[in-house]
Antibody
């Protein structure tokens, strides 16, 4: 079955970096992109960015530009999200999601249809 | 950037009742760019509706989506106990990526 398996919880100090992995299975990895979404404690969902697993093109949320890098390893069907210069307000659950960009009947559809279970990142001194 | 505003913030209903959740956009959104998700405590979001009105695979037909332009609605025709959760709408903004509404919490009355 289609699934995304994320790496385990991380605890980091302010100023450090974190790299979260997301291993895909059950589908052709390079046929889709991966979006990363985070959720601070008790808060809503925040889109962080997208990477094409086909050609590595990326699109990052403006507020994270310069601090986030998304990559893929097609040999292992794994996506990575690295966030640098961590601050306390980066404490959140980080999700990867399969990003559907589907052309149907002349219209493009955009949505996230499969999600990982999430990786908790805690930033604390 | 398009802002999505969901209402109400919290909706208190009983099993068997009908739920109507609203998502209003600050500018017109293409219907094919609008999706709805359900999130239960401690779980990842789950896709319910894409293209404003198409149910995702495995989603019961008591869930339906409608709307166009700036006003979109998620309707749950008869609430089951497992439907009590937080619901988010989402839109795709091309080079600006995705934005989510702030969520509607559907709680048992």
């Amino acid at each position: 079955q289609v699934q995304l398996v994320q790496s385990g919880a991380e605890v980091k100090k302010p100023g450090a970096s974190v790299k979260v992995s997301c291993k895909a299975s059950g589908y052709t990895f390079t046929s889709y992109g991966i979006s990363w979404v985070r959720q601070a404690p008790g808060q809503g969902l925040e889109w962080m960015g997208w990477i094409s697993a086909y050609n590595g093109n990326t699109n990052y949320a403006q507020k994270l530009q310069g601090r986030v890098t998304m990559t893929t390893d097609t040999s292992t069907s794994t996506a990575y999200m690295e966030l640098r210069s961590l601050r306390s307000d980066d404490t959140a659950v980080y999700y990867c999601a399969r990003d559907q960009r589907q052309l149907y009947a002349g219209y493009y559809y955009y949505y996230m249809d499969v999600w990982g279970k999430g990786t908790t990142v805690t930033v604390s001194s | 950037e398009i802002v999505l505003t969901q209402s109400p913030g919290t909706l208190s209903l009983s099993p068997g009742e009908r739920a109507t959740l609203s998502c209003r956009a600050s500018q017109s959104v293409s219907s094919s760019y609008l999706a709805w998700y359900q999130q239960k405590p401690g779980q990842a979001p789950r896709l319910l509706i894409y293209g404003a009105s198409s149910r995702a695979t495995g989603i019961p037909d008591r869930f339906s989506g409608s709307g166009s332009g700036t006003d979109f609605t998620l309707t749950i025709s008869r609430l089951e106990p497992e439907d009590f959760a937080v619901y988010y709408c989402q839109q795709y903004g091309s080079s600006l990526g995705y934005t989510f509404g702030q969520g509607t919490k559907l709680e048992i009355k």
